[in-house]
């Protein structure tokens, strides 16, 4: 069983525009948002993280919603830049001894310039 | 500098031939886990562990062996690869359990032939 949905798979946005990834999950413990950034050849990278305590976190041009009641969260990315191009995956964990990391299957954004 | 080593990088291989991925860490991370990446499934977890001694199975162990003698190190071992076990596999290492990030190697690129 997948403990979080990510969408689209794939994802083609023209430069300057809002790239948008969404993500669900079913299990309430979860208490540690992540979204990580993999570029080709390389291994994921932490862009940015959220915890249920706050409905918005942001970055730079990256924020995070995050939705609670609906169990969502979602990364948006301003002002969209080639340099974006990458696969994005969010993951979800619970504080607990486990301490294990659920990803997503990821999301393959393509900036066009 | 912090960071999370693997090797090879790439490695080619029969069917059967037992191999070695190395990880090593030197951030003193408690936790240290494996995954491997494949189109359209995202990043799922072989084996992690806790701490030195202490390993368990993630989502996807069959196959896989990991031993954790020492803190900063995490091989993966495959006693009899098979063709399905070509893949992207990734170790990562995380400072404690809870809602920390996750740093992750270069990646080790197998094919089983």
């Known amino acids: 069983q997948q403990q979080v949905k990510q969408s689209p798979q794939s994802l083609i946005v023209q430069k300057g525009g809002i790239s948008i990834i969404n993500c669900a999950y079913e299990n309430t413990a979860f208490d540690y948002f992540p979204w990580y950034q993999q570029f080709p050849g390389k291994g994921p990278a932490l862009l940015i993280a959220i915890r249920p305590d706050v409905s918005e976190k942001k970055e730079g041009r990256f924020t995070i919603s995050f939705n609670k009641s609906a169990k969502q969260f979602s990364l948006h990315i301003m002002d969209s830049q080639p340099g974006d191009s990458a696969t994005y995956f969010c993951?979800?964990?619970?504080?607990?001894?486990?301490?294990?990391?659920?990803f997503g299957r990821g999301t393959q954004l393509t900036v066009w310039p | 500098e912090a960071q999370v080593t693997q090797n090879p990088r790439y490695l080619i291989t029969v069917t059967g031939k037992k191999l070695t991925v190395t990880c090593s860490q030197n951030m003193n991370h408690e936790y240290m886990s494996w995954y491997r990446q494949d189109p359209g499934l995202g990043l799922r977890q072989i084996y992690y562990s806790m701490n030195v001694e202490v390993t368990d199975k993630g989502d996807v162990p069959e196959g896989y062996k990991v031993s954790r003698k020492e803190k900063r190190n995490f091989p993966l071992i495959l006693e009899s690869p098979s063709p399905n076990q070509t893949s992207l596999y990734f170790c990562?290492?995380?400072?404690?359990?809870?809602?920390?990030?996750?740093?992750f190697g270069q990646g080790t690129r197998l094919t089983v032939v």
């Open positions: 990562a290492s995380r400072l404690t359990t809870v809602n920390t990030e996750a740093f």
């Open positions: 993951a979800a964990s619970e504080g607990s001894t486990l301490g294990r990391l659920y």
